[in-house]
């Protein structure tokens, strides 16, 4: 079992910046690769980025992509969104995730291989 907890969603202009951070704890961290979604209100749950549980895998979101970044820190079984240049189509629920099968680059964004849920950290984004 793996409990995650994210912290650092608010309130935020645009063009502003935000880091989002998922603490896990449970099973070894190190084992899992990390990914981060998004629900807007009246819309799917959406890939954002993901990583490998070494890194050597990363990928983001063509929505996001140069604009935010997904980086993890194993010895603090923590994983973090740096979140740059902020649009209010933005504004969702931030959730991590975690995925213990293998993953691959193509796979790493598939909503269903990822096990473990957070309860989400909200981020909102004004014009």
């Known amino acids: 079992q793996v409990q995650l907890v994210e912290s650092g969603g608010g309130l935020v202009q645009a063009g502003g910046s935000l880091t989002l951070s998922c603490a896990a704890s449970g099973r070894t961290f190190s084992n899992y690769a990390m990914g981060w979604f998004r629900q807007a209100p009246g819309k799917e749950r959406e890939f954002v980025a993901a990583?490998?549980?070494?890194?050597?895998?990363?990928r983001y979101a063509d929505s996001v992509k140069g604009r935010f970044t997904i980086s993890r820190d194993n010895a603090k079984n923590t994983v973090y969104l740096q979140m740059n240049s902020l649009k209010p189509e933005d504004t969702a629920v931030y959730y991590c995730a975690a995925a213990l099968s293998h993953v691959t680059h193509v796979n790493i964004a598939d909503i269903m291989r990822y096990d473990y849920w957070g309860q989400g950290t909200r981020v909102t984004v004004s014009s």
């Open positions: 990583i490998s549980w070494g890194g050597g895998i990363t």
